[in-house]
């Protein structure tokens, strides 16, 4: 079975600056998905950024990148020019893609992102 | 708005009691999740649909849960017995390819 950890429970950034949550995970597949969502303070939860695992290149969204290591099954986020917005509950996830139809997420315990005025 | 819904957002009720949740998936999605979230955690797999056939159910959801989706539209979620660690967020979420949406949960207490 695929875990994913969260091992930061809490980070804090000063706004404008730049944070990176980590994240690794474990699975013995060589094709899978990882994601992180933003959970908002009684918000629901949004996809943030995606990565195929095949693809080498690290996906970016605007603000938002990540850092994937596949070897070291790694899959970092990195927030730049953070916003008051941004602070919000992030949870890396990992979807198996051997398994046909059902694509169930495995999360993270997440992470408690703080942005300071 | 054509986003995922839930009903209710909030439920309170006495252990033993049975309570059902609703979720109404996007529209066309036919794929539809639900997760168990508890306070600190992330989110856990519960149950998954595909269309009105439900293919896959965690061992986290013992036989005092069940849930249907009758005609691949909405679905709902129902807990007999409820104990008080059945206490959590329960998240529901759809798909139709490789993005879930998600809802905005139904936050249940049992006292």
């Given at each position: 079975a695929q875990t994913v950890t969260q091992s930061q429970p809490e980070m804090s950034v000063q706004e404008a600056e730049t944070v990176t949550l980590s994240c690794t995970y474990d699975t013995s597949e060589s094709d899978y998905y990882l994601f992180w969502y933003k959970q908002p303070p009684s918000r629901q939860m949004i996809l943030v950024i995606r990565q195929e695992a095949y693809k080498q290149q690290n996906a970016t969204e605007n603000r938002f990148s990540v850092n994937f290591q596949k070897a070291a099954k790694s899959f970092s986020l990195k927030i730049s020019?953070?916003?008051?917005?941004?602070a919000a509950m992030y949870f890396c996830a990992y979807r198996s893609?051997?398994?046909?139809?059902?694509?169930k997420l495995t999360f993270g315990k997440g992470i408690t992102l703080s942005v300071r005025p | 708005d054509t986003g995922v819904s839930q009903d209710p957002r909030h439920k309170i009720t006495k252990r033993g009691q049975n309570v059902t949740f609703r979720c109404d998936p996007i529209s066309e999605h036919n794929r539809l999740y639900w997760y168990r979230q508890t306070l600190g955690q992330g989110p856990e797999f519960l149950t998954y649909f595909q269309n009105e056939a439900q293919l896959e159910k965690s061992?986290?959801?013992?036989?005092r849960f069940s849930a249907e989706r009758p005609k691949g539209s909405f679905s709902t979620l129902e807990i007999q017995?409820?104990?008080?660690?059945?206490?959590a967020m329960y998240l529901c979420a759809s798909s139709r390819s490789n993005e879930q949406f998600f809802g905005p949960g139904t936050r249940l207490t049992v006292l």
């Open positions: 020019d953070s916003q008051l917005g941004d893609l051997l398994t046909e139809g059902n694509s | 061992r986290l959801l013992s036989d017995r409820t104990e008080q660690g059945d206490s």
